[in-house]
């Protein structure tokens, strides 16, 4: 991809560290980006609504009128969702619940609470996201009930950061990772345990160069790590660039898009950053190969497939493990 030279219209340059990084976002596309986790939690929302999985708990964190969805995108939700959930349960079962789980980039995701309802909650469970989307989450977890019930006894929280035996959510702004490593460390992480971190649809916002600091440090910091990064690829054809424009008529620009080149690019960044053993694969082979696929199919149906296939073709799953301990993580992988 050819690289600008003056950053483009909507992009500052600031000094960090000391030094002239590539341009930031302005705060308008930060806010942008954070909008998205709205976007996210609404359109799972109305498909667990749908009955394309089951989640007792969105409908307490996602708030306001069901917009409705079109098909194509509900079953997209639907793939990205199960599949995540595959590898999420697969590791805690694989650790006996003696794990940990960091969500990079959380947003309004409940995951969390799935597990708990599941009995499969680890030991640890830490989400990072903008100040503004915590405030908003530590609200809705204080104001509700079933939400708050599921954490425990309360070690501290502020408008910032919530604290509890579990579970814990942090603000940080993932392209500082100096921050990020502080903010992990008031979470208590613990670097002997089997961590599994989940990227969700994030790493597309940060900078290749951030994005690729925080992947080295998973993989040199902790023993036993699996990484699953969900995300955009094949963004440089046609499909891929009217995405692109999409979301830049909405302030969104996609800062880490050249990593989502190809699937070959995706493994190639975990590879380059120290994970010896990555997959990866489209959503649409993903979705194709999960065994409930025929009962979803029944609850809406489409006239043709052609755009469904266009739209998880340009989504993919990347798994990156490191199993130093041999504890059986490579059998988790696309
Ligand atoms: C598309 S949403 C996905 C939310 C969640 N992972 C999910 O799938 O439901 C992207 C999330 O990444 C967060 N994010 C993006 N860039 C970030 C950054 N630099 N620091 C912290 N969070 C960031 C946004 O605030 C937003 O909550």
């Known amino acids: 991809m050819r690289r600008n030279k ?8 600031i000094e960090r560290n000391g030094k002239l990084k590539m341009s930031l976002p302005s705060a308008q596309t930060d806010i942008a980006t954070q909008a998205t986790c709205d976007d996210a939690a609404s359109c799972k929302r109305y498909a667990v609504q749908k009955g394309y999985w089951s989640d007792i708990h969105i409908n307490y964190m996602v708030s306001g009128s069901m ?4 098909p ?9 969702t199960e599949k ?8 805690v079962s694989l650790t006996n619940n003696l794990c940990q789980i960091v969500s990079f980039g959380a947003g309004l995701d409940t995951t969390f609470w799935r597990l708990h309802s599941a009995g499969l909650l680890p030991t640890r469970y830490i989400e990072v996201d903008f100040q503004e989307i915590v405030y908003r989450k530590i609200r809705a977890i204080r104001n509700k009930s079933p939400l708050k019930g599921c954490l425990g006894s309360i070690t501290s929280s502020d408008q910032s950061s919530l604290h509890c035996e579990k579970y814990h959510l942090v ?8 921050s990020l490593k502080d903010k992990l460390k008031s979470s208590e992480v613990d670097f002997s345990v089997p961590t599994l971190f989940l990227t969700e649809c994030v790493l597309v916002y940060i900078p ?8 080295k440090w998973c993989a040199e910091s902790f023993t036993d790590a699996v990484f699953v990064n969900y995300e955009q690829v094949r963004m440089h054809d046609n499909f891929g660039q009217v995405m692109i424009q999409n979301l830049k008529a909405r302030d969104c620009l996609l800062t880490g898009v050249h990593p989502c080149a190809s699937l070959d690019s995706q493994i190639q960044r975990f590879t380059s950053a120290g994970w010896p053993c990555v997959s990866c694969d489209d959503m649409w ?6 065994p409930d696929r025929r009962r979803i199919e029944r609850i809406e149906l489409l006239d043709e497939s052609e755009l469904l296939q266009q739209l998880m073709e340009h989504y993919c799953l990347c798994v990156a493990v490191k199993d130093v301990s041999d504890i059986g993580l490579t059998d988790l992988h696309t």
Do not use: H, V
């Open 171 to 178: 603000t940080c702004d993932l392209r500082d990772t100096g």
């Open 6 to 13: 003056i950053p483009p219209k909507g992009f500052e340059r």
């Open 84 to 91: 995540i959930w595959n590898l999420i349960s697969q590791f």
């Open 72 to 80: 194509e995108i509900s079953r997209g939700y639907y793939a990205r």
């Open 67 to 70: 917009q409705k969805r079109q």
């Open 208 to 215: 290749p160069e951030d994005s690729m600091a925080i992947l």
């Open 285 to 290: 082979t993903i979705y194709n190969s999960l």
